[in-house]
């Protein structure tokens, strides 16, 4: 089931990642693809939450999945040898994140002009809504470290190689997230 509740969103988005690739499937080994099923079955929607819980918006977490699971999808023999496929999803969703992100200010500055934010179409779920904000509010550091650690388990020496920092520095940015957190949601401020 999707994050807006409609379970056909994963069956789509496993059409989409495999139209991309179909003429490339044709001489691959059933192992290989059997992996590759693997892979996406069991990470696409927890994938597709994390980015949403990065990007606030439901569409661009469905493209950065897509384009996640796709790049692995072409490098899947390597990374049937590689110690940690899961990371390299992860990884790579917020490379082209951060790479578009980049590429968005440059036209801004050429242009001179600053991008009006869509409609997001989940605020009528109140919590959600919140959670999106408050994570917004976050700087990118600490809101990718804290969606690794906290949302998905991962521990900080996981997260340290997807986010190419020391796990000291991902426990100090998902401390300091809480600590960001607790202060906008607590009336007193305190810092437990």
Not at 45 to 69: I, K, P
Not at 136 to 146: G, K
């Amino acid at each position: 089931m999707g994050i807006d509740g409609n379970p056909s969103r994963h069956e789509h988005a496993r059409q989409g990642v495999y139209g991309v690739m179909d003429q490339a499937k044709a001489g691959t080994a059933d192992r290989e693809l059997v992996t590759f099923d693997d892979l996406f079955d069991q990470h696409y929607e927890r994938v597709l939450r994390a980015m949403w819980l990065v990007t606030g918006d439901v569409h661009e977490a469905e493209d950065l999945t897509q384009e996640a699971f796709a790049r692995a999808y072409e490098r899947r023999n390597q990374l049937s040898r590689a110690g940690n496929p899961v990371g390299y999803v992860y990884t790579t969703a917020l490379n082209v994140r951060r790479s578009r992100l980049r590429r968005a200010g440059v036209a801004r500055r050429h242009r001179g002009s600053i991008a009006t934010d869509q409609e997001d179409p989940l605020k009528a779920a109140e919590d959600r809504d919140s959670l999106r904000r408050a994570l917004a509010e976050l700087p990118r550091a600490e809101r990718e470290a804290l969606v690794l650690v906290a949302w998905l388990e991962m521990t900080s020496e996981e997260a340290a190689r997807i986010l190419k920092t020391s796990a000291g520095a991902v426990r100090t940015r998902v401390s300091r997230a809480k600590a960001h957190l607790r202060a906008g949601t607590d009336p007193g401020g305190s810092d437990d």
